[in-house]
Each structure stands twice: as C-alpha cells, then as structure tokens.
C-alpha cells in the first residue's frame, strides 16, 4: 500500500437551504459573502457565487425535496469553499452527458452542470435514476487549487443537520490520526490543529462539523494519488485512523454544546484506542447534557478496525465487493452520565470497504446493495447519500464516512 500525501482539513457547516423559489438567490449571496470572507478576490468569489447558483437552480427546476448545503473548508494554511447538494429525484440515468453544455431537460440552456464543472476545483456526482442524486464542488483560490489538487480526496467526511425548526445540531465527528495505544505526541497532527503533517505519512484530508441551520456513477475528479513503490523496497506502515462520532442527547444548544466538548476531548486526548478515548470524553461531558458516543480505530496495515460505543450510535463496516454491511453494536448509557462495561470489538477491515457511522437521525433502513457504485465516490458523496437515503427531519442527523487506500 502507497502513502497519501494529503493535508489536514477542517470543515464548518454554515448553512442548509432549502427547495424554495428563493433558495437560488439566497444561496448565491451566501457563496459570496462565505467566499470573500475566506479570502477569494472578486472574480473567483463571483465564480464560486454563478456555480453554487446555478446549483440551486438545477434543484428548484428538476429535482425533489431539494437542499444545499454552503460550508467553508480549510487546511493548516488555506481556506475553501464547499456546496453539496441533495435531491430526491428524479435522477440521472447519464452523469457524462448531463455534464455537457447544451444538455437540458427543461428547456433552458444547458449549462448549470458544465459551468459547476468547469468552475469548481473538485466535483463529484453520484446519482441513482429514481431514488436522487447528489453533488458536491469544492472551490479554492486560483493559487491553492494546484497544490489541493494534488492532494487529492478526502479520506474522512461527513454531513450534519439540525432538526427541523432548530439552527443548533447536536449530532458531532471527529476523526485525526494516531500511533500505537498509549500517550500521542504533542506534534502529532490531528483533526483542526495547525500542525502540518509530514508528507511521508499516511496523513488525512479529514474534518469534524455542526450545521447552523446496475447505475451509471460519475467518478470524483480529484483522486488521492498514491505513491510507486521501488521494487524490493520496504512499504512504510501506514498509522492508525481515529474516528469519533457523538450525539448529544436531545437537540438545540445543550446538545450542541455537549457534541462540542466530545470533539476538544477527543482532539486533545491522549488515549489511543477506543475504550480510552470514551473514558476521556466521558469525563469531559460529566454535569451536562451528555450523549451517545462511538469510537473506531481503523488500522489499515493489519486490516482490522477496533470499535467500542455507548448509546445508539449506528456503526457499520461495508464491503462493496459483497455489497453487504457488519455492523458495530453499542452498549446501552448515557456518555457522561452512566457509563457501562467497555469493551473493544475487532473486525476484519476488507479490501476496498468504508466504515460508516450516523446517529439515530438517519434510520437502518438504507443498504448498500440499493446504492451501486456509492463507494466508488468521495467519503462526503457517500457521507449525502446516506443523508438522502435514511435522514429523518424529526431529529438531528449526522453521518460520517472514512474510506481509504486500504
């Protein structure tokens, strides 16, 4: 297995619109005020405003139950702009084809899907006729968008959404890497630090977020490059990825707050294995709200992944060559509150497989074998889907999903 050389990326969720005659202006001044605010000069932040724009467009004119997501992404040292957009139907039987100027269904001019495509620095695409479609675009500035693309794709992503009526979600992740079980060196990067992996390893491009308020598939264009291996040469040991997930108990603001202080407990601690890192975030959330909590470990040079939670947190690991999912069973508790026996599960980690996790907030209902070619895209394509498929309004909803070079 090559390295990945990619940097570490936080994300911020700002806003969901909704499908409304007015969602298409409101989200174009959204991208203009976000991206002027991260730097953009002007004509790139009206590039970013014409595609996020002409996404909403698309959604009002086609689509079904239609949202978008604005949020801003940064690195340890620059800062982007993110639209993901989620529909319902009716879907696209083919994404090339749309992709091309003058192609419409609708009787307009064609050029909502080929001007996103040709102005956002990542696109991804995956639509299932029917059921819905998702797409999300990742916008830099012109002198960022050579080195991101190099970088390549995110390792881990992940979406979250209040419940209806609430601009506060209480559903949280977070993810960074780690070293053998044990204390973690203080220069060991994590999950929004400013520190700066070093290139040689296995680093990722990750995040954590709340919100504030047979299918042809299209590829991401931006693929994580791995490096050629000499012959006879000694593959380096790719270190272990730490993923956490919480759910606040209840919603609005006590339950973000305590989503919050799950995320800086797991940022800062030093506890390297999942049973470790609950008991620290335990401690962190004893006299609030508490919540449910799950922690995974994935380790891809054993090919195992280590997982222990509290509470109804939803924890599968999908092999797409099976089209089948094993899930990771939580002991009941509360995270903060009443904290049972822990114990640490092993699974084997297949080849090509993600591990998935999402609060209660989506239902169980989705299965991979009803989404071809879902793990073919980008952990935050798969991370909407999901969304899309198994998201209650009733609730919050938080997903997360990690896939990688393993």
Known sequence: MGTLKLPVLDTQDIAWFRDTESMPAAARGAASALARRLGFDEQRCAEVALAVSEAATNLTRHAQDGTLLLRAVRTADDAGVECVTIDSGPGMSDIAHALTDGVSSAGTLGIGLGAINRLADAVDIHSVPDRGTVLAARFWTKEVAARSAAGGEPVVAGLTRPITGEEICGDTWAARLAGAPGPRPAAEPRTGGRDVPDPLDWSVLTGFGRSHADVPTASPRTRAPQDEEPEGERKPQAPALMLMFCDGLGHGALAGRAADAAVSAFREGRAQDPVGVIREIHTALR????????????????????????????????????????????????????????????????????????????????????????????????????????????????????????
């Open 287 to 406: 006299g609030g709200r508490g919540g449910a909590v799950a922690v995974v470990r994935i380790e891809p040079g054993a090919r195992t992944v280590s997982f222990c939670g509290v509470g109804n947190v939803s924890t599968f690991v999908v092999d797409p060559v099976s089209n089948t999912r094993r899930s990771l069973l939580s002991a009941p508790g509360i995270v903060g509150h009443q904290l049972p026996t822990l114990r640490t599960v092993h699974q084997e980690l297949p080849r090509g497989s993600a591990v998935i996790m999402h609060s209660d907030g989506l239902t169980e209902r989705w299965r991979p074998d009803t989404l071809p070619g879902l793990l073919a895209h980008s952990p935050l394509v798969a991370a909407a889907q999901l969304l899309r498929e198994a998201g209650v309004r009733r609730d919050d909803a938080g997903v997360a999903v990690a896939k990688g070079a393993w």
